[in-house]
C-alpha cells in the first residue's frame, strides 16, 4: 500500500482534480447548459459523467488493480466507513452504467433522437455524491487526505441554490433540476480548473 505522504499528495492532485472538475462542469450545466449550443453542452454533459463515475467508483469500488486508488486507501476504520457510505444509491449505479453504455462505447443501449432517458437528472446526483463525500471526509485520515481536499469537500455543502428552469434545447439536454429543492453549492471560486493534459 503506497505511503501517506503519497495518498495525501496524490489526492491533492488527483481527487481534488476529479471533485471539482465534477461539479464544475455540473453547475455549468445548471446555470448555462441550456443556451450553449450542442457541441458545447454535449462536450460538457461527457465530461459531468465521465467525473460522475470515477468518483462513483472511488467511494464504492474495491481494488481491482495494483494501482488502483479507492476510498479505502483513505480511512481510518475501514468496516465504519462501509456503514456509514451504506449501499450504492441506485441513481449513481444506474449512471455508471449509462457512462457505460452511452459515452464509452458504441452500443445498441444508446437513445434514438430526443428521447428522455437522454436527460440526467445533475441536482439529484451532485446531492448524493456531496453527502458521500462529505461523510468520506470525517472518515479518513489527515494525514492522508490533503488539507485542499478537505476544504473543496467542505465547500459542497452550503445554502440551497435555486435554479430557474429553462426551455428545453434539442438533443443531450441536461435535466435541470428541480428549483424547490436543495442541492449543493458548486461556486466557482472554490476550485481552479488548471489543465491536466499537456497541448502541443
Known sequence: MATD????????????????????TGHRLETVGPRLDDVTRNAYIESFTTHLRTVTSF???????????ISDHYVV???AWHKARGKRPKALQR???????????????????RAPQ????IGRLLGQIARLL?????HADSKRLHRDVKKLID???????????????PRWTANVVDPDAATPRASTGAFTITSRHITP
Open 5 to 24: 505522504r503519497t495518498l495525501s499528495r496524490f489526492s491533492k492532485e488527483h481527487l481534488r482534480y476529479e471533485i471539482g472538475m465534477l461539479f464544475e
Open 59 to 69: 467511494l464504492y469500488d474495491s481494488k481491482k488493480w495494483e494501482d488502483d486508488v
Open 77 to 79: 476504520d475501514v468496516a
Open 95 to 113: 449512471s455508471s452504467e449509462r457512462v457505460g453504455k452511452e459515452i464509452g462505447h458504441l452500443t445498441l443501449r444508446r437513445y434514438r433522437g
Open 118 to 121: 437522454k436527460q440526467w437528472n
Open 134 to 138: 462529505t461523510r468520506f471526509a470525517k
Open 155 to 169: 465547500s459542497l455543502q452550503g445554502p440551497p441554490r435555486h435554479v430557474e428552469p429553462e426551455p428545453p434545447q
